[in-house]
């Protein structure tokens, strides 16, 4: 498995609540809660918005949350805003002491 | 404030060889996991290597392992990449990051250094 499945691009209205998959397998989203979510802006770094499946960073908007059931996670951002247009990737440890990211979704926000 | 700044980044023509390093501060080093992560253009995120808190254990992508090493100097806070048998595929930005241990996704990543491997 080269990465874990998420939707290439979504796109919500201002205001919206969208949902982005992020798919894997028993041995990796399926097994462990470490789940992380990231957020990155056209040249810039990542940044953290959501750990261990649903857990926040302090000063991360309360509008990010996020879920897991199965070998999928969720990421659910409500109350879209245009500073949300970005791309986002989700990242599990995987059996075998490695970590693997999600191939990234594109956030459009109409 | 947690710091992590790379450099080293350059072009490098196939089969050379570059180290990256990452200047870490704001916070306790040798208490945390240092990895790097790599994004070629228009693409996703790799992860490439891990190196726990103490040093003594690293963990590599197969797509490097056994042409990257990566290490890390606790009095100089410092984390290395030697990247050697360079290829045009990796070519990239390389991410420092760090992360509570080595099987947990990063939480403060750098700036990037950029890579590129061409003739």
């Known amino acids: 498995q080269s990465a874990l499945t998420q939707p290439a691009s979504v796109s919500g209205s201002p205001g919206q609540s969208i949902t982005i998959s992020c798919t894997g397998t028993s041995s990796d989203v399926g097994n462990y809660n470490l789940v992380s979510w990231y957020q990155q802006r056209p040249g810039k770094a990542p940044k953290l918005i959501i750990y261990e499946v649903s857990n926040r960073p302090s000063g991360v908007s309360d509008r990010f949350s996020g879920s897991k059931s199965g070998n999928t996670a969720s990421l659910t951002i409500s109350g879209l805003q245009a500073e949300d247009e970005a791309d986002y990737y989700c990242?599990?440890?995987?059996?075998?002491?490695?970590?693997?990211f999600g191939g990234g979704t594109k956030l459009t926000v109409l | 404030e947690v710091q992590l700044v790379e450099s080293g980044g350059g072009l490098v023509q196939p089969g050379g060889s570059l180290r990256l390093s990452c200047a870490a501060s704001?916070?306790?080093?040798?208490?945390?996991?240092m990895m790097w992560v790599r994004q070629a253009p228009g693409e996703g995120l790799k992860w490439v290597s891990s190196i726990s808190d103490g040093g003594a254990s690293s963990y590599y992508a197969d797509s490097v392992r056994g042409r990257f090493f990566i290490s890390r100097d606790g009095s100089k806070n410092t984390l290395s990449l030697q990247m050697n048998s360079l290829r045009a595929e990796d070519t990239a930005i390389y991410y420092c990051?760090?992360?509570?241990?080595?099987?947990?996704?990063?939480?403060?990543w750098g700036r990037g250094t950029r890579v590129t491997v061409s003739s």
């Open positions: 990242c599990s440890y995987v059996t075998g002491r490695t970590l693997l």
């Open positions: 704001g916070f306790t080093f040798g208490s945390y996991a």
């Open positions: 990051a760090r992360a509570m241990s080595y099987f947990r996704p990063p939480d403060y």
